[in-house]
């Protein structure tokens, strides 16, 4: 099956729009520069889990994305009608929906090959494997080159997206087991059970420090950090609402909910904390000395501090999430009413609006900012890509 091509009429309505006509208030608290690429991530080409990198920051300091009025370069029909997952390696991209995992190439959209899952999947890559839900329960590497089965693993529950580094891979099921897997062989490092406060049978995702050294688990009403040596529990703090957003980053654990948390772990205390004045916010992106969060408003933090850089409105839009980070913008999805139809462009630098695009392809899922290139899954099924 190819993927269907889609006019930009039919899918998008872009404008280029200044801070006067596309900004319903912006509070400026003080001048943020843009920050210095930080020392981790896989390269602006690549997109290999959820989140960018294993620390799920949403900040690829190498890619720069759409800069100006963005184009429609191609659109992959859906193939179950539900979000798909995907991730990108070089010209590799892999697209994974509930029943079917497909890999194509990213300049054209054009198929190379598909294989049959048992989903939803969450999918994660490195230079040689996708990594997903295969049947039912089992966790399957497939070979980028031809999708054939490089090794499985029996897990005890739903999987979500995995997350990767250096050779090794985390991953949570349904009944909370969380596994440390070596990606070469597919063997069992450790395992470890996490028991949430709330019992939920649906895992969320992990989140793997900058350096490594932690692993942290966000349950329905609970975060747990782990070791990522052996597994042992570092810290366990309640989260303020469900869902949750998490990040951890050189030693620091980052929650946002109905407030926005920094947490150190090597201490087990609070360094400081922001009332975000919204419901639920669970979206959260980081940078070198900025953190990125909102719901109502898009907002900007002191990473070391917690003080408030600046904040965005955007048309009295209610929902804005799913930051995403180049060199120099924040790609962020806005709407109403759960419909996230709009995409926007800020610059990092002096948070003015580049561009905004209606985005007629459904509601937006998740971004991704590959080179010059933004992604975007849509909650229907279909992934679409724009370009300058």
């Not at 957003?245 to 772990?265: F, P």
């Not at 999805?333 to 462009?345: K, V």
Request: glycine share 12%.
């Amino acid at each position: 099956m190819s993927p269907a091509h889609f006019h930009r009429r039919d899918v998008l309505r872009t404008s280029a729009i200044g801070l006067a006509s596309g900004v319903a208030g912006c509070v400026r608290f003080s001048s943020p520069e843009p920050p210095d690429p930080p020392p981790f991530g896989p390269p602006g080409t690549d997109w290999p889990m959820y989140g960018y990198d294993h620390g799920t920051t949403g900040h690829s300091p190498n890619a720069t994305g759409p800069q100006s009025e963005p184009t429609l370069e191609w659109g992959i029909e859906p193939s179950d009608g539900k979000a798909p997952g995907f991730a990108i390696h070089d010209d590799i991209m892999i697209v994974s929906g509930d029943d079917t995992l497909r890999c194509f190439d990213l300049t054209a959209g054009e198929q190379r090959w598909s294989t049959d899952i048992e989903g939803p999947a969450g999918v994660a890559l490195d230079a040689e494997c996708c990594y997903v839900r295969g049947d039912g329960t089992q966790l399957n590497a497939y070979r980028l080159d031809d999708g054939g089965v490089q090794w499985k693993v029996n897990a005890d529950g739903e999987l979500l997206a995995p997350v990767l580094s250096d050779g090794e891979m985390y991953v949570l099921d349904g009944s909370e087991v969380v596994r440390s897997i070596d990606t070469n062989t597919g063997d069992v490092q450790w395992q470890t059970t996490v028991e949430s406060d709330i019992f939920t049978n649906s895992p969320t995702i992990c989140h793997l420090s900058t350096d490594g050294t932690y692993l942290a688990v966000s349950t329905f009403g609970t975060v747990v950090v782990l070791d990522t040596d052996n597994g042992t529990e570092r810290v366990r703090l309640p989260s303020a609402s469900r869902p949750v957003g998490v990040i951890v980053a050189d030693g620091v654990l980052y929650l946002s909910g109905r407030t926005l948390r920094a947490w150190d772990i090597e201490r087990d205390e609070l360094l400081w904390e922001q009332d975000l004045e919204s419901l639920t916010t669970y979206s959260i992106g980081l940078s070198r000395d900025i953190v990125y969060a909102g719901v109502d408003t898009f907002r900007m933090f002191d990473r070391a501090s917690g003080e408030p850089r600046s904040q965005i409105g955007l048309d009295s839009r209610e929902m804005i999430h799913l930051p995403v980070r180049g060199e120099n913008t924040v790609f962020i999805a806005s709407g109403q009413g759960g419909i996230l139809s709009d995409i926007n462009a800020i610059d990092v630098g002096d948070t003015s609006l580049q561009w905004h695009l209606n985005f007629d392809g459904g509601s937006a899922a998740n971004l991704a900012v590959v080179g010059d290139r933004l992604l975007v899954a849509a909650v229907e099924g279909g992934l679409y890509s724009f370009s300058d």
